[in-house]
Nanobody
Framework: QVQLVESGGGLVQPGGSLRLSCAVS????????MGWFRQAPGKERELVAL???????NYADSVKGRFTISRDNAERTVDLQMNSLKPEDTATYYC?????????WGKGTLVTVSA
C-alpha cells in the first residue's frame, strides 16, 4: 500500500520561507516521477515542481527561482524549499507519486502566506 504524508505547512509572512517534506511508504520510489502540486480555494490543482522519470526538475513559471525540489531516494522523501513566498502562493500543497501510470496523492498540507 502506497502512502504519502506531507508535513511542513503553516502560516508565513510575505517574503518568508517554508520547507515542505513528503515521506513515501510502500511502492517503488526510485525512478518514478514525483512532485508537488497545489490547489488554492476556488482554483484547479496545478503543478508546482516535478522530478521527471529521467530525473530532470521542472517548475511552474510562477515559482521558478524561488522554489527548489529535492529528493532523497534512500530516505524516500521529496522536499520543496519555498523562498520569497507571496500571498498568491497560499494553497494546499499535495505530494504526488506517479508509478506504473497511476497517480498517488498525499492528503495535503496548508500553506498560508499573509501579513
Amino acid at each position: 500500500q502506497v502512502q504519502l504524508v506531507e508535513s511542513g505547512g503553516g502560516l508565513v509572512q510575505p517574503g518568508g520561507s517554508l520547507r515542505l517534506s513528503c515521506a513515501v511508504s510502500g511502492g517503488f520510489f526510485s525512478g518514478n516521477a514525483m512532485g508537488w502540486f497545489r490547489q488554492a480555494p476556488g482554483k484547479e490543482r496545478e503543478l508546482v515542481a516535478l522530478f521527471s522519470t529521467g530525473g530532470s526538475r521542472n517548475y511552474a513559471d510562477s515559482v521558478k527561482g524561488r522554489f527548489t525540489i529535492s529528493r532523497d531516494n534512500a530516505e524516500r522523501t521529496v522536499d520543496l524549499q519555498m523562498n520569497s513566498l507571496k500571498p498568491e502562493d497560499t494553497a494546499t500543497y499535495y505530494c504526488n507519486l506517479r508509478m506504473f501510470g497511476v497517480n498517488f496523492w498525499g492528503k495535503g498540507t496548508l500553506v498560508t502566506v499573509s501579513a
